[in-house]
């Protein structure tokens, strides 16, 4: 069982950046794809950005395109996320999720982690 544990969230005025990490634990973290999802007040849980265990095949939503960027280090096991551009639209909790039970974009993943907030102001 893998254990997963998001860090690096906080308050950003519009036109900011932040970088999000998630550190694994517990599991082969360099077997799994991993992604990061998003949920925003009042909103259903959506897909943001996916890497495969290799780092070599990444998806991104529409909405993280160009602005996005996901990572990962598989020695020290931690995926990333750099937001470059936040705008208030970006505020949610984010969530990262590991090994996937079929499409990237699905919430259908074996592992998740608590979350982190993050809140964009403008």
């Known amino acids: 069982q893998m254990q997963l544990t998001e860090s690096g969230g906080g308050l950003v005025q519009a036109g900011g950046s932040l970088r999000l990490s998630c550190a694994a634990s517990?599991?082969?973290?360099?077997?799994?794809?991993m992604a990061w999802f998003r949920q925003a007040p009042q909103n259903k849980r959506e897909f943001v950005a996916y890497?495969?265990?290799?780092?070599?095949?990444?998806f991104y939503a529409d909405d993280a395109k160009g602005r996005f960027t996901i990572s990962r280090n598989n020695a020290e096991n931690t995926l990333f996320l750099q937001m470059n551009n936040l705008q208030p639209t970006d505020t949610a909790i984010y969530y990262c999720a590991g090994r996937p039970r079929s499409a990237h974009y699905s919430e259908n993943y074996d592992f998740w982690g608590q979350g982190t907030q993050v809140t964009v102001y403008s």
């Open positions: 517990g599991g082969v973290f360099s077997n799994y794809g």
């Open positions: 890497i495969r265990s290799n780092g070599q095949t990444i």
